[in-house]
């Protein structure tokens, strides 16, 4: 049966459903397409189910270290069956509320695939429409290590859905779920080692909060081999066993299980991209321009699928532009600056706003940067949470914050001052006379704004980059 509407959005995920709520706003006659189950990666199988579980392992650690506070406990046990339980419990009612939304709209259940640049069809339906918007969104990139489907392993859908706790892990990966999920695994029981090929965890942070989340790894107990080349994966003595090099060294490590978290990829099979004339590249997602349009003008692309910030936050804001674009025609940009910042959900936090110094550099923009560590913060001090920093950058000249970076307690939340004093192009010197309150672990970062500030002025654009560290304790 052939049905028009004026945009049909397929994926019906965080990105589609801001898309398709956003076009109505505009009063367009909007369908989605989704094969199901409803409710998106982020609800179901990604943030809200991986922070419930993380909830549970950071509150044990927390008992565990309490007597630094005067309070002694036995060891804590957690119950399993009941962390998992309140997880499914938390993932229905997050589901049940985004399909009450998606309900509002015509719904077409199944595989989509394009027939032509106008029409698509899902099962014995031809959709026909003015505009398309693709937000299916990623899926797990394939295990190709030799040996390791034979030899059997775990994915993040696995470890979320974990009725209880491997005595010991092996986890390949040291991105952002490798290491909240791999921490999360060490935290409630299991002997964990991480396998990664770059030098550090977290590569693509700074080289100083990746060596520093590193170390505070394996502080807590937690192996981490760097710099490794995987050669394959087997079964001995019942145990799975990665075989990999450092150095041209040979090395084994055996596990009760084996984590994968190698990535994900951009969600396209199936849809016939090439009858719509829409360019995809298979390690880069869909081609898309700063107002999210296709190669076909008429097909617009949000989400993971285009392959650039696989954060949920991104999507939202992608669908947005998308759709008031298709609807308005308007000369709305895609501004990633500020967009694009992002959290890890470890312990200590990782967040980062703006610029990165990798990015500076390799961009030859002169910076000056000012950094403070939590141990000489008083708050944190108060609170036994001392681990990690906070780092500012800023434009030497004119004061300019370029970007900011935290790992330490409660970075999530911290890193939102800094976006909205970026948004509003607050320079250094500005961010400094705004009130914080005392004693907060969030004023800690008027200290490296003082030491950008102290440095502005004197330098001029094609200087080096300094960094002037502090060893100033403030507390009171």
């Not at 991104?314 to 609807?327: D, K, L, P």
């Not at 004061?399 to 970076?405: I, Q």
Request: aromatic content about 6%.
């Amino acid at each position: 049966m052939q049905r028009t509407h004026d945009m049909v959005v397929i994926g019906a995920g965080s990105g589609g459903y801001a898309a398709a709520r956003t076009a109505k706003d505009f009063h367009c006659n909007v369908a989605l397409v989704d094969p199901g189950p409803l409710g998106g990666l982020c609800i179901l199988r990604g943030c809200m189910p991986s922070k419930a579980l993380i909830a549970t392992s950071d509150a044990i650690d927390d008992v565990r270290h309490s007597s630094q506070l005067g309070i002694h406990v036995d060891r804590p046990v957690a119950d399993m069956p009941f962390v998992a339980r309140r997880k499914r419990a938390l993932v229905k009612e997050f589901a049940d509320y985004r399909i009450g939304g998606i309900e509002e709209f015509p719904l077409y259940s199944g595989a989509a695939k394009f027939l032509s640049e106008t029409e698509l069809a899902v099962g014995e339906d031809v959709l026909r429409a003015r505009n398309f918007v693709i937000a299916t969104g990623s899926v797990i990139t394939p295990a190709v290590l030799p040996g390791l489907l034979e030899t059997g392993f775990i994915d993040s859908d696995g470890v979320l859905d974990l009725e209880e706790i491997p005595k010991s892990a092996i986890v390949l990966g040291g991105g952002y779920t490798a290491c909240e999920l791999g921490q999360f695994l060490s935290r409630m029981g299991a002997e964990t080692t991480m396998i990664i090929r770059s030098g550090h965890l977290l590569t693509e942070t700074d080289d100083d909060i990746g060596e520093a989340l590193t170390g505070y790894f394996r502080e807590e107990g937690i192996r981490v081999f760097e710099q490794a080349s995987l050669s394959r994966a087997f079964v001995r003595d019942g145990k799975k066993v990665i075989a990999f090099s450092v150095d041209g060294e040979e090395r084994e490590v055996a596990a009760e299980q084996i984590f994968y978290a190698l990535g994900r990829k951009p969600m396209v099979e199936g849809l016939q991209l090439d009858r719509a004339g829409v360019r995809f590249d298979p390690k880069s997602g869909i081609e898309v321009d700063e107002h999210l349009r296709t190669s076909n003008p008429n097909i617009y692309a949000v989400g993971d699928v285009t392959g650039r910030y696989m954060l949920v936050h991104v999507a939202i804001y992608q669908g947005e532009v998308a759709s008031r674009h298709a609807c308005t025609g308007n000369d709305e940009r895609a501004d990633y600056r500020l967009v694009s910042a992002h959290t890890v959900f470890t312990d200590p936090q990782v967040a980062v706003a703006g610029a990165t110094e990798k990015e500076l550099r390799a961009n030859n923009v002169p910076y000056v940067v000012g950094r403070y560590d939590f141990a000489e913060h008083g708050k944190a001090q108060c609170l036994g949470k001392t681990k990690g920093f906070v780092k500012m950058m800023a434009d030497p000249v004119d004061c300019r914050m370029l970007g900011a970076a935290v790992i330490g307690p409660q970075g999530s939340e911290l890193i939102h001052e800094i976006i909205v004093a970026m948004e509003f192009g607050a320079t250094v010197t500005q961010f400094m006379r705004i009130p914080h309150l005392h004693p907060t672990l969030a004023e800690i970062w008027t200290y490296p704004a003082e030491i950008c500030a102290s440095q502005v002025g004197s330098r001029r654009p094609g200087d080096e980059q300094i960094e002037i560290a502090t060893s100033v304790t403030v507390a009171g």
